[in-house]
Nanobody, 124 residues
Framework: QVQLVESGGGLVQAGGSLRLSCAAS????????MGWFRQAPGREREFVAA????????NYASSVKGRFTISRDNAKNTVYLQMNSLRPEDTAVYYC?????????????????WGQGTQVTVSS
């Protein structure tokens, strides 16, 4: 079955950086777009970033554009989220997801498989 395993979360001070990784298995990784979403306490899950199947097209939420970078290594079946200039409002559980399509998509309904999530906490 398809498995997505996130890692790299933790506690960081405002202005710091973290790099999240998501290792995928059980599916032809290079055929599908990948995305990152996050959910803060008391809030709905929201889109953060997406990358198409080949890695040349990306899309970001306006709140993270210029600070976060999504990338993928199809040889390693892994997608990454580099997060710089972190803010307290970035605190959330971050989820990676595998889409049903190859192009970038911001809609959670286009993602079929989800990881278990990794906690990111940014202190002020």
């Amino acid at each position: 079955q398809v498995q997505l395993v996130e890692s790299g979360g933790g506690l960081v001070q405002a202005g710091g950086s973290l790099r999240l990784s998501c290792a995928a298995s059980g599916r032809t990784f290079s055929s599908y777009a990948m995305g990152w979403f996050r959910q803060a306490p008391g809030r709905e899950r929201e889109f953060v970033a997406a990358i198409n199947n080949s890695g040349w097209s990306t899309n970001y939420a306006s709140s993270v554009k210029g600070r976060f970078t999504i990338s993928r290594d199809n040889a390693k079946n892994t997608v990454y989220l580099q997060m710089n200039s972190l803010r307290p409002e970035d605190t959330a559980v971050y989820y990676c997801a595998s889409a049903t399509v190859g192009f970038t998509t911001t809609s959670a309904t286009n993602y079929k498989y989800w990881g278990q999530g990794t906690q990111v906490t940014v202190s002020s």
